[in-house]
Nanobody
Framework: QVQLVESGGGLVQAGGSLRLSCAAS????????MGWFRQAPGKEREFVGF????????YYADSVKGRFTISGDSAKNSVSLQMNSLKPEDTAVYFC?????????????????WGQGTQVTVSS
């Protein structure tokens, strides 16, 4: 059974940093596209960024570009989201997701597997 488990969320002050991790199990995700999304209360789920491990291509939403970095560790079957210069508007539940068809898509519907999410709260 495929599982994605996020960790690393928490409370941080504006300007601070957090690193989220997503551990994958059940199969090897090194050929997949791994995405990060977030959802704030009362809002739609929003694309944050993705990485395609095979080649390491990354892409980010404009709202996080230059502040967030996605990296993958194929040996550990995990991806990370390094978040720097955090702002109160980054407050949300963050989800990792996997697209088995390796597309480079920013819409949530393209992703087959999802983690349960981890809360990130940025105080002003």
């Amino acid at each position: 059974q495929v599982q994605l488990v996020e960790s690393g969320g928490g409370l941080v002050q504006a300007g601070g940093s957090l690193r989220l991790s997503c551990a994958a199990s059940g199969r090897t995700f090194s050929s997949y596209t791994m995405g990060w999304f977030r959802q704030a209360p009362g809002k739609e789920r929003e694309f944050v960024g993705f990485i395609r491990w095979n080649g390491g291509r990354t892409y980010y939403a404009d709202s996080v570009k230059g502040r967030f970095t996605i990296s993958g560790d194929s040996a550990k079957n995990s991806v990370s989201l390094q978040m720097n210069s955090l702002k109160p508007e980054d407050t949300a539940v963050y989800f990792c997701a996997a697209d088995s068809r390796r597309r480079l898509r920013i819409d949530a519907s393209a992703y087959d597997y999802w983690g349960q999410g981890t809360q990130v709260t940025v105080s002003s």
